[in-house]
């Protein structure tokens, strides 16, 4: 069955820090992965997409790694932010379906 | 642009009442699809679409039904609530195939069954 682990359920960090947020998947036969972002009561705004072929992807302060062969990527946040704080999730494409995490809930304080 | 958006944002429904959940988008998007999300359980798929006029079944379609009569519109119907519908529903849409392009999605129904 595909799969797709996020650790930690949960991250508390304080203001400045770099944090590393983690993600699992259990088949390698990937199209691509998506990393979300989830607000409270809101819908999925799109932060990184990284095709099968591609190692990572950079946007401003996230980074997003992948490594197919050990079925985990990454999303780096630098210097974190009180306005970071949300769910992130990672969504894995199999052809036809995207499977997603469970989510991290991040929260950044002040 | 609107994007991607759902009506209505939110509604209670009683145990076998029926309703409709519309999704709407303006990217002139083939794909949409319906989610389901709950707590600790990431999103689900119910339905897809790949165009005007096609549906097909996702992880979890039981106890729902779909249509895509227009490219724009996608519709989620639930003929006979049940009070494991209870949930939060999210509709997107992407240009091509499942997240090669992306998908978008919209702002989500939350829908109570009581």
């Known amino acids: 069955k595909q799969e797709v682990t996020q650790i930690p359920a949960a991250l508390s960090v304080p203001e400045g820090e770099n944090l590393v947020l983690n993600c699992s998947f259990t088949?390698?036969?990937?199209?691509?992965l998506q990393w979300f972002r989830q607000d409270p009561g809101k819908g999925l705004t799109s932060l990184l997409l990284?095709?099968?072929?591609?190692r990572e992807q950079t946007s401003g302060r996230l980074n997003a790694s992948l490594d197919k062969s050990s079925g985990r990527s990454t999303l780096y946040i630098a210097a974190s932010q009180p306005g970071d704080s949300a769910t992130y999730l990672c969504?894995?494409?199999?052809?036809?379906?995207?499977?997603f995490g469970a989510g991290t809930i991040l929260r950044v304080k002040s | 642009n609107a994007g991607v958006t759902q009506t209505p944002k939110f509604r209670v429904l009683k145990t076998g009442q029926s309703m409709t959940l519309l999704c709407a988008q303006d990217?002139?998007?083939?794909?949409m699809y319906w989610y389901r999300q709950d707590p600790g359980m990431g999103l689900r798929l119910i339905h897809y679409?790949?165009?005007?006029?096609?549906?097909a079944k996702g992880e979890v379609p039981d106890g729902y039904n779909v249509s895509r009569l227009k490219k724009q519109n996608f519709l989620l119907g639930l003929e006979s609530a049940a009070p494991s519908q209870t949930s939060v529903y999210f509709c997107?849409?992407?240009?091509?195939?499942?997240?090669?392009?992306?998908?978008?999605f919209g702002p989500g129904t939350r829908l109570t069954v009581l």
């Open positions: 969504a894995v494409e199999y052809g036809n379906k995207l499977v």
């Open positions: 679409s790949v165009g005007e006029g096609t549906t």
């Open positions: 997107a849409s992407s240009y091509s195939n499942f997240g090669t392009s992306g998908q978008f």
């Open positions: 990217m002139n998007h083939e794909y």
């Open positions: 088949d390698s036969a990937i199209y691509n």
């Open positions: 990284i095709q099968s072929s591609q």
